[in-house]
């Protein structure tokens, strides 16, 4: 029998996968949680997804893994975005359709199952490409980001966060746990994504480290 993956993991739609966006839609609940367990500060994320509001009529942007609409709180009803959600889980996909719907802006969003190792876009289709908590939900996190910048327009603007391995050594119990549980690959630290990104042609990398997570946002050169 094939090993699992952590994608076969998420494909199914573990518990988890459905606390992680309560906990984000109520900051009463994910600021304090997410301190407490990763030492990380919640709002940097929530920064993160502010600054879609500002994006132009007419934007395009992918949002992958979708990990249940998240990033949508960032999108203004009649913002004219066309954003395409994308994830491996049906389950994933249905919770942001319904947060899209309960935030008036599902005219706007696209649901689409897809794999990130293998996005079924053409080169170059996105002003805006993001991965919130995303990269260490991979099997192959380098391979992700090759495909995620290959569907970024040159200009665009990339967001990122993810768990990272050069974290803090008081936020290594939580790392173990999702590992054990399937819900953690193997992840990268700070210096290999970097190193990646500029392989790739990213600029204007600004990098966050925050506890176990670390934020980042950069310009495809």
């Not at 649901?111 to 990269?135: H, K, Q």
């Not at 768990?163 to 008081?170: E, K, S, V």
């Amino acid at each position: 029998m094939a090993r699992r993956t952590v994608s076969d993991v998420w494909k199914v739609g573990h518990p988890w996968s459905f606390f992680y966006p309560y906990a984000i839609d109520h900051s009463w609940v994910g600021v304090p949680g997410a301190y407490a367990l990763l030492a990380t500060d919640l709002r940097l994320l929530y920064s993160a997804t502010a600054a879609l509001g500002a994006l132009p009529k007419g934007s395009l942007v992918l949002d992958v893994p979708c990990g249940g609409g998240v990033a949508l709180r960032g999108v203004r009803p009649g913002q004219g975005l066309h954003y395409i959600a994308a994830d491996i889980s049906t389950a994933m996909l249905e919770h942001t359709g319904r947060a899209a719907q309960e935030r008036g802006i599902a005219d706007q969003v696209e649901l689409r199952e897809a794999d990130v190792e293998n996005l079924p876009f053409i080169d170059a289709t996105f002003d805006v490409a993001m991965s919130l908590t995303g990269l260490h939900c991979f099997p192959d996190p380098h391979l992700a980001l090759r495909e995620i910048v290959r569907v970024l327009k040159p200009g665009g603007t990339l967001i990122l966060s993810w768990m990272r391995t050069d974290a803090p050594l008081r936020t290594y119990p939580m790392f173990f746990v999702g590992r054990r549980g399937g819900l953690v690959g193997r992840s990268a630290s700070t210096t290999e994504v970097v190193g990646w990104l500029a392989e790739l042609g990213i600029t204007d990398i600004d990098l966050q480290p925050s506890g176990a997570l670390a934020y980042l946002t950069a310009r495809k050169g």
